[in-house]
């Protein structure tokens, strides 16, 4: 906090520091007898009628009132991590678009509709990546018009919590009343660790995904449209461990290899063989693979209320980098809800 040559506490922010980073603290209690205090960094996403409005690095957003303020300043941006590959938020969103490519996309100005007959929320969003070319509700206006004409509902993709990510998108679509649905990070962490972690051997990898593989595949009744999901990106490895003779595979995963990026997913373990190092072979052998095409960094998104995916890529190396966040139009039908993507 901001503390004056007097030893005082002060307010160092103004409403014209909106959109950026900030430190404050507040009373967290105003009337109480002792007085109690709390910290909250994040983006200065508005301040108006007396009121601040700080989004936090997870997406959370939180209002003070003017008169609990007891300090505050600017605060650099979310330092880059201090270990394994560097990247800004910019560069990760799109090399994990690429890795995950829609069937169907549209320009609007630097904003990418994306459809995939709705195959996850991934696919099936906006990837807002700069200005859209038109005030922001003519914008979301298009794209209401956009999905609806695709029988979708409409979701906008925003990321928090790294530099140059969209706390002030998200905090005009939670004004116009967008439905926060889904939350998720994305990870990073260097590859060759993951190579090495485990042998591998009994892992088969295929460059497309079986009717073995997809017989794991947690997304029953995978279409035409979600195959092409699946299929696409610069270089996409399936990898298989088999199971009992007639079974689906004990254990599958994904990569996609672009650049020095490799971008991991579908790693799925059958329920009775879990906890046996099968995910860990999965990512060691596709790992391996990566390294040979030229790739040293590592990327993955994983829910936030996920949490054996979760210990096991921290165990692997890897880390959050920023958080995303699915925005759905208030707008939508009930009929339109229910036919929202699955998981992101």
């Known amino acids: 906090m901001e503390i004056s040559a007097a030893g005082r506490l002060e307010v160092r922010i103004t409403p014209d520091d909106v959109g950026k980073r900030v430190s404050v603290r507040c009373l967290s209690d105003p009337g109480a007898s002792q007085e109690k205090f709390t910290d909250t960094v994040g983006v200065l996403t508005s301040w108006d009628d007396a009121v601040l409005m700080i ?60 459809a995939s007959g709705g195959f996850t929320r991934r696919a099936n969003s906006v990837l807002p990546l700069g200005d859209p070319g038109l005030p922001l509700d003519a914008a979301l206006a298009v794209v209401r018009r956009w999905y609806g004409e695709r029988g979708l509902p409409a979701y906008v993709q925003a990321a928090t919590g790294a530099e140059g990510a969209q706390e002030l998108l998200c905090a005009e679509l939670e004004r116009r009343g967008w439905v926060r649905e889904v939350t998720a990070e994305l990870w990073t962490g260097a590859l060759a660790p993951v190579a090495d972690r485990a042998e591998g051997a009994q892992v088969v990898l295929d460059r497309t995904a079986d009717e073995s593989w997809l017989a794991r595949y947690q997304r029953k009744g995978v279409s035409e449209m979600a195959l092409r999901v699946l299929g696409g990106g610069p270089s996409v490895w399936f990898a298989s461990v088999p199971g009992a003779e007639g079974e689906p595979p004990a254990a599958i995963g994904r990569c996609v290899v672009d650049g020095r990026w490799a971008g991991f997913a579908a790693v799925e373990v059958d329920p009775g063989r879990r906890r046996q190092g099968l995910a860990t072979e999965v990512m060691a052998a596709l790992a391996r693979r990566a390294l040979d095409e030229g790739a040293s960094a590592a990327w993955l998104q994983v829910e936030t209320d996920n949490e054996g995916a979760r210990g096991l890529y921290a165990a692997l190396g890897f880390a959050p980098h920023h958080a995303y966040h699915h925005y759905r139009d208030p707008g939508d039908t009930p009929d339109a809800a229910r036919r929202s993507p699955g998981p992101s």
């Open 55 to 114: 989004t936090r690095r997870d997406g959370q957003s939180v209002r003070i009132a003017e008169a609990a303020l007891v300090a505050g300043k600017v605060v650099p941006a979310a330092p880059a991590r201090r270990r394994g590959p560097a990247a800004s938020c910019a560069e990760l969103t799109r090399i994990a678009a690429r890795g995950w490519r829609p069937v169907e996309s549209e320009r609007l100005g630097e904003w990418e509709l994306r």
